[in-house]
């Protein structure tokens, strides 16, 4: 059986969630005790020595970052559909892992930490950071309902999580409309699990 090492607060674990969802995988979670920092334990960093989470043991084989599993689950198990075999789409693909991995983590999840979680941070650097991605993002998405390509791939579930709790950073996103229609578009999909402070989203599909 899958086990996620999962914090159930983490955009970048629910990128996991919803990934081993829409793959309709068998998994179970388990849940770090933070409060303990079971995550910086010996035990827990000899499988992630950079003490995070989302970690993925699928029967022994260990990965770490929401990237990389995306990228393990999608090729593992999710046939061409996932993973798809020309170049510039698994290239496209990587750029928009790239901008989950920066400017998404930079931006609207920099925000969220400081608002819910006290994090201290450069704010207007912060703020800057996540007008230009969701200026880009919209922009993409503005004749297409899928960041790369004409179907939805892990591209969209590794942005998606910290756009759609970006209110909880003080972002609206509401003025963004094609993102607001692509989240809506999102969450109407079958097996699409939500997570504590994601509002479903309203918005023709
Ligand atoms: N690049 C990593 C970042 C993972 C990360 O930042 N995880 C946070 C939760 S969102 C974490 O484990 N925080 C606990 C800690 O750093 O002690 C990924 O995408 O998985």
Redesign the pocket.
Same mark, same amino acid.
């Given at each position: 059986m899958i086990k996620l090492y999962n914090?159930p607060?983490?955009?970048?674990?629910h990128?996991i969630r919803l990934m081993l969802c829409f793959l309709d995988l068998d998994y179970t979670t388990l849940d770090?005790d933070?409060s303990n920092?079971e995550?910086?334990s010996e035990a827990y960093l000899q499988r992630n020595p950079?003490? *995070? %989470?989302?970690?993925l043991d699928d029967n022994g084989t260990i990965i770490?970052?929401? *990237? %990389?599993?995306l990228v393990y689950l999608a090729s593992q198990y999710g046939g061409e559909q996932w993973w798809p075999k020309a170049p510039n789409q698994l290239a496209e693909i990587s750029a928009w892992l790239s901008t989950?991995?920066n400017e998404i983590?930079h931006g609207p999840?920099l925000l969220r930490?400081h608002h819910l979680f006290g994090r201290e941070i450069n704010q207007p650097m912060a703020l800057a950071t996540t007008q230009k991605v969701l200026n880009i993002i919209d922009a993409q998405l503005s004749n297409q309902s899928w960041l790369v390509s004409n179907t939805m791939s892990i591209a969209d579930i590794a942005i998606y999580p910290y756009i759609a709790l970006a209110h909880q950073g003080e972002i609206d996103i509401s003025s963004f409309v094609h993102i607001s229609t692509w989240c809506a578009r999102i969450e109407a999909l079958h097996h699409y699990i939500a997570m504590p402070g994601i509002d479903m989203h309203t918005g023709e599909q």
């Open positions: 914090i607060m983490s955009g970048n674990c990128k770090l933070l920092r995550q910086k950079f003490g *995070q %989470a989302p970690l770490r970052d929401s *990237q %990389a599993i989950a991995a983590t999840a930490a």
